[in-house]
């Protein structure tokens, strides 16, 4: 199957409030032309310098939004801001407030989702609900950050009904700090599902889900 039939596959399973994020860590950028000419304008990738160098190659395709999925490092904060138009992988409050600084000086007010960790994960950067629950007061201080939503990745090794109450957690997480009213978070947006698990997000409130490697076919390593 070509990419462009893939994502069309895809797109017709979507409910109209459902954004599609093409993954594009790993991928060349002839198959994101390929992506691009298919319609999608939202690419997600995992880290800073990679970006950078497709987007170099790919400045004569206007209209594209640049998702950052990965863990940004504080360093590179301010490439990020120059590059993405949305960071998904906002996971500390040191970094927020960093980033939230880095954007009054460079004048720009970046969209982010607040990445959670719904259950304990080795793994996985985030907040644990009870950590960012505590610091959704400083949240707020962030005021050049567009906070959006929340992403979340499931841990490995869980089955379906598992990974819907993940999905299912994280929305109900979402409406309570909507309940809580703070000028400067909304919670509009839920980022979650990659490919093995899309269907269930998009069953409990996704309205991003990330897919690679159903769209590009398996990624090295
Ligand atoms: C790689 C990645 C994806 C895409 O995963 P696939 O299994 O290829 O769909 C989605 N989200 C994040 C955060 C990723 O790192």
Redesign the pocket.
Same mark, same amino acid.
């Given at each position: 199957m070509t990419i462009a039939s893939r994502i069309a596959t895809i797109r017709q399973q979507l409910p109209d409030s459902v954004r599609l994020i093409a993954?594009t860590?790993q991928v060349p950028t002839d198959a994101i032309r390929e992506a691009y000419d298919a319609g999608i304008r939202d690419f /997600?990738e @995992?880290k800073v310098q990679e970006t950078a160098e497709k987007q170099s190659q790919l400045q004569d395709l206007p209209g594209i939004n640049w998702h950052l999925? /990965?863990h940004l490092q504080a360093n590179k904060a301010a490439k990020a801001l120059e590059q993405f138009q949305w960071i998904h992988?906002l996971d500390n409050l040191k970094l927020a407030t960093r980033l939230d600084r880095l954007a009054g000086e460079l004048s720009c007010s970046p969209q982010v989702c607040l990445q959670v960790k719904i259950l304990p994960d080795p793994d996985k950067y985030g907040w644990t609900i009870p950590e960012l629950l505590a610091d959704l007061p400083e949240l707020n201080r962030c005021q050049h950050l567009k906070i959006q939503g929340l992403m979340t990745?499931p841990p490995l090794g869980l089955d379906d009904s598992q990974i819907l109450e993940f999905f299912n957690t994280t929305r109900q997480l979402a409406d309570q700090i909507q309940q809580q009213n703070f000028a400067h978070i909304h919670m509009e947006q839920l980022s979650m599902g990659? @490919? /093995?698990d899309y269907h269930l997000a998009i069953q409990a409130g996704a309205t991003m889900i990330?897919? /690679?490697?159903?769209l590009f076919g398996s990624?090295r390593g």
């Open positions: 993954v860590k /997600g @995992s999925i /990965g992988s990745i990659m @490919s /093995g990330r897919l /690679g490697q159903t990624r």
